[in-house]
């Protein structure tokens, strides 16, 4: 080997050796294991503040923040110490290697090279297999963590939604899920509106929010408002579908009964949302599968009033609707009188 590339491997055995002066510490996988405490102590105050919005579905969310904290109590403790005995095994590799350095600093022969290039090779070598025993210890409750967080985030941005809509909801109307969304409102002469679908436990409901007439010398207007709302009662079937390039587009075909103000409506929701969950956990609400995972149920005296409520109408003896919590009033679809509770 000549002087030249003598010198650009002992360059680069030297970068080796600085970088597993930080890894043979484990910092990598401390830090990471930092992080999961530091989380798992905020998601009882995270569940809290969307529980004090209004959110009342996802009820797993508190026994999800238990088990965890239990579980990385139990395995915390194991974890430090698998980490203490694998860093100070590490630390007397690194001695070696450290001594294999200054023996190249001294005089970089073939051998000298030779030795830290193994004894490098060795350190890496232990230092993935400890940072794999210790990553199959955390990586399951760290995984379990992210998919509580995400569904907590996905919650409060419901709630934002909510928050910030431009009608009223119901007082004991409770938010299920919300997504970006389009209206694809063919033949209606304008451009399809922009805006989010919400789902509750009584309507769904479209609302345009959305930038429009906008354009190079132009600001455009902003525009929030309500476009349709079908009560859950009218709904009577809906059908996903992957539609577009590589099924890009996720769209959603309600089929509305009476009370509903289409017949048929079709809507893309966006964002990343799947329209087959989305039809799924429609489907859920309908049949009543849902009532189970509210962290607080409705006020019983509402209920009582549901089961006891009219079901056809005192002039016309018309069928009325079915009734959600909530609702104060129905109005008759055959003779349009509304009936108070």
């Not at 904290?69 to 139990?74: G, I, K, L, T, Y």
């Not at 860093?87 to 350095?101: F, I, N, S």
């Not at 970089?108 to 794999?132: C, D, F, M, R």
């Not at 956990?281 to 189970?292: A, F, I, P, V, Y």
Request: charged residues 30%.
């Amino acid at each position: 080997m000549s002087t030249e590339n003598l010198g650009e491997k002992v360059t680069q055995l030297k970068r080796r050796y600085e970088e597993f002066v930080s890894r043979a510490n484990l910092s990598g996988i401390t830090s990471r294991i930092s992080t999961v405490t530091t989380d798992l102590n905020r998601l009882p105050g995270m569940i809290e503040e969307i529980r004090s919005r209004g959110y009342v579905y996802r009820a797993f969310l508190e026994k999800k923040a238990a088990v965890m904290a239990e579980q990385w109590s139990q395995t915390q403790e194991r974890i430090h110490d698998i980490i203490n005995r694998e860093v100070e095994d590490l630390r007397q590799q690194m001695k070696h290697a450290e001594a294999a350095v200054r023996q190249i600093d001294l005089r970089p022969t073939l051998p000298a090279i030779t030795g830290l290039e193994s004894t490098l090779n060795v350190i890496q070598q232990k230092v993935e297999a400890a940072e794999g025993r210790i990553r199959s210890l955390f990586e399951p409750i760290e995984r379990e963590l992210q998919t509580t967080k995400a569904q907590i985030e996905e919650a409060k941005w419901f709630m934002q939604q909510k928050e910030e809509a431009s009608f009223s909801f119901y007082p004991a109307e409770a938010i299920f899920l919300a997504a970006k969304a389009e209206w694809v409102a063919t033949g209606k002469g304008k451009q399809d509106p922009d805006g989010i679908l919400f789902l509750t436990d009584q309507r769904l409901v479209f609302e345009q929010k959305e930038t429009v007439g906008g354009g190079l010398f132009k600001r455009g207007e902003s525009v929030q408002e309500m476009n349709w709302e079908v009560p859950l009662s009218a709904v009577e079937d809906v059908s996903p579908e992957n539609k577009g390039f590589l099924g890009g587009k996720d769209m959603l075909h309600f089929t509305l009964g009476r009370g509903a103000p289409y017949p048929k409506i079709t809507v893309e929701v966006k964002g990343g949302v799947d329209c087959k969950y989305w039809a799924r956990e429609l489907k859920r609400m309908l049949s009543g599968e849902t009532q189970n995972e509210r962290a607080s149920q409705p006020d019983p005296e509402m209920l009582e009033k549901l089961r006891s409520a009219p079901t056809a109408c005192h002039v016309c003896n018309g069928q009325l609707p079915r009734l959600v919590a909530g609702q104060t009033e129905v109005e008759c679809p055959y003779c349009g009188t509304v009936i108070r509770l």
